[in-house]
Nanobody
Framework: QVQLVESGGGLVQAGGSLRLSCAASGVIFSVNTVNWYRQAPGKQRELVASITRGGSTNYADSVKGRFTISGDNAKTTVYLQMNSLKPEDTAVYYC??????????????WGQGTQVTVSS
């Protein structure tokens, strides 16, 4: 069974920083892509940042220049460094990993979410 465990959320003032972590455990052949999503109350879940096994990254326009996604070589641990936080960044942040359990079996794993609250 594959599990993703997020940590690092909390309450921070506007302009502050937080670093979220996402750790994958279980029998994993390889991790292809790891995404961070967020969902604010009353809003749809949105993709914030992605990183591929090869290290390519992509960001939502709203966080470019402020957030940085990174990970270890296997991408079994991935971080989201969030700087210059704004109240509109307040949301539950979810880690998602698209991975292979073996050469033939894909799996889409989700973490339980971690709350980020930015006060003005």
């Amino acid at each position: 069974q594959v599990q993703l465990v997020e940590s690092g959320g909390g309450l921070v003032q506007a302009g502050g920083s937080l670093r979220l972590s996402c750790a994958a455990s279980g029998v994993i052949f390889s991790v292809n892509t790891v995404n961070w999503y967020r969902q604010a109350p009353g809003k749809q879940r949105e993709l914030v940042a992605s990183i591929t096994r090869g290290g390519s990254t992509n960001y939502a326009d709203s966080v470019k220049g402020r957030f940085t996604i990174s990970g270890d070589n296997a991408k079994t641990t991935v971080y989201l460094q969030m700087n210059s936080l704004k109240p509109e960044d307040t949301a539950v942040y979810y880690c998602n990993a698209q991975l292979l359990l073996n050469l033939l079996q894909k799996y889409d794993a989700w973490g339980q979410g971690t709350q980020v609250t930015v006060s003005s």
